[in-house]
């Protein structure tokens, strides 16, 4: 089969086209012919050494997420499972396998029933945006932990750079779960892209008044906030935060250190909450994994065209101009097609 390998931590060019023999299940796991890799910051980073694992001996494959179909399981799993079709999260964490190639065998749980009326590019492109975007969601001490319709009724969530893979998940999910949802954005093609997603009110955070912006759709402050660039928004953030509100920070786009006004913060019992996927408690990872599923069977997560979210395909054989895309900061979400049948996409008639 053919993978993407890298051996050495580097820019895009470490990456290698390769063929690999087809691996076979182990106990607990499932063998997936992938379909459609997503990627995602992380995995050029991850490539460039900088989330600071030790690299396989045999390589690594990159890319922790991605869609297929089930073809072969290991012991313990349910056959039933082969010919499922399925998205993908974590493939490539604490693992030689990502899913840069043409098959991965996974533990089972890693590889979760798509609906049949969702595509391989929707699959393909939760796992670490989707993900997230739920921890963000939930981690308000007084909300909930568990994402439905009408779980955030009566809160507001201000969701930073809503034309992202993150921010566009953080908005479909949070209006799914009942929000008013702001979102800021620092362009009109990027405003049209949230409001696509769904958000209420589009505020672009360039300008003098975006924090009255802001409070004109949230008079009492915001309760949530769904962070992707702590340092040039931490003025506007303590400007807008609820009394007890919570600030999700996912992303360091413009820096690593982040400075705070203590005293307003103090005051205003403000949480500083950072989330990053790999790390977050098992119990977290499941009750998204639930969540997002739920969302997707009920249409209220979307890809591509549907939701007014740019994709940008690369074949398997240009993975290192994927990466160099997502690095390069494109908008929109950055997918490889793995299978070239013309089944990215469900069937017509369903």
């Known amino acids: 089969m053919k993978s993407i390998v890298y051996e050495r931590v580097g820019g895009s060019d470490v990456l290698r086209l390769v063929e690999r023999v087809e691996p076979e299940p182990g106990p607990g796991q499932v063998r997936v012919r992938v379909a459609v890799s997503g990627v995602n910051p992380t995995d050029w980073k991850a490539r460039r050494g900088a989330l600071g694992s030790s690299l396989p001996p045999t390589g690594q494959v990159p890319n922790q997420d991605g869609a297929g179909t089930v073809d072969a399981v290991g012991e313990g799993v349910d056959p039933a499972r082969v010919g499922q079709r399925v998205w993908i999260w974590e493939a490539a964490w604490q693992r030689a396998d990502g899913t840069a190639q043409e098959a991965v065998v996974l533990p089972a749980r890693r590889a979760v029933p798509l609906p049949p009326a969702a595509s391989f590019d929707l699959g393909a492109s939760l796992g670490i945006p989707a993900m997230t975007a739920h921890r963000a969601l939930t981690v308000h001490p007084d909300g909930p932990s568990v994402l439905g319709p009408s779980t955030l009724a009566g809160r507001t969530v201000l969701v930073a750079g809503g034309a992202g893979a993150v921010g566009h998940a953080a908005i479909e999910l ?34 003098p008044d975006a924090a009255e912006a802001v409070r004109k759709t949230a008079p009492d402050g915001v309760d949530m906030v769904v962070e992707v660039d702590p340092v040039v928004n931490a003025e506007l953030n303590q400007q807008v935060i609820a009394p007890n509100g919570v600030v999700a920070i996912y992303a360091d786009t413009s820096g690593s250190q982040l400075t705070v006004p203590l005293r307003a ?17 098992d119990a977290a990872k499941r009750q998204a994994v639930e969540d997002v599923s739920a969302a997707v069977a009920a249409g209220a997560l979307r890809a591509g065209e549907d939701a007014g979210l740019p994709v940008h395909r690369f074949p398997l054989a240009e993975t290192a101009a994927a990466h160099d895309a997502v690095e390069g900061g494109a908008v929109g979400k950055v997918l490889i097609d793995v299978r070239h049948d013309g089944r990215s996409k469900p069937p017509a008639s369903r």
Request: aromatic share 10%.
């Open 174 to 207: 949070a209006r799914w779960a009942g929000a008013n949802v702001v979102s800021t954005v620092s362009s009109p093609r990027k405003a049209a892209l949230a409001s696509a997603a769904g958000a209420h009110h589009i505020v672009n955070y360039r300008t």
């Open 265 to 281: 913060h103090m005051f205003a019992n403000t949480r500083l909450q950072f989330v990053l996927v790999y790390t977050m408690p």
